[in-house]
């Protein structure tokens, strides 16, 4: 079993800065793909960014847009063990929400939410305007 452990969230004013965490543990989690998702009520979660075991990146075309311009992912393999980071800085009101870690067997990094068996609790984010 996969274990995923997210921290880091908190409340914010518009422009402000924040760093989430994520510890996964279990299986040899060093070698899947790894992704920090967004959930706000009413809609579906959508792939913030994902990243690869060789370290490959992905950004998620969600409705704040253009991720890849502000958010920045992050990742260390220790033995068995991995974790991922999500540095956000210059945060908008847009990118409120609950903030999910998800990991998959590595066959490529993907899109859907379906496609990850393992989640970790979530952690939230509030940005004020």
């Known amino acids: 079993q996969v274990q995923l452990v997210e921290s880091g969230g908190g409340s914010v004013p518009a422009g402000g800065s924040l760093r989430l965490s994520c510890v996964a543990s279990?299986?040899?989690?060093?070698?899947?793909?790894m992704a920090w998702f967004r959930h706000v009520p009413g809609r579906e979660r959508e792939r913030v960014a994902s990243i690869s075991p060789g370290g490959n990146i992905d950004y998620g075309d969600s409705r704040t847009g253009h991720e890849e311009d502000r958010f920045t992912i992050s990742r260390e393999n220790a033995g068995t063990k991995a974790s991922i980071y999500l540095q956000m800085p210059n945060l908008k009101p847009d990118d409120s929400g609950t903030y999910y870690c998800?990991?998959?067997?590595?066959?490529?990094?993907?899109?859907?939410?379906?496609?990850?068996?393992?989640w970790g609790q979530g952690t939230q984010v509030a940005v004020a305007a």
């Open positions: 998800a990991t998959r067997e590595y066959r490529g990094c993907f899109r859907s939410p379906d496609e990850y068996p393992y």
């Open positions: 279990g299986y040899d989690v060093s070698e899947y793909c």
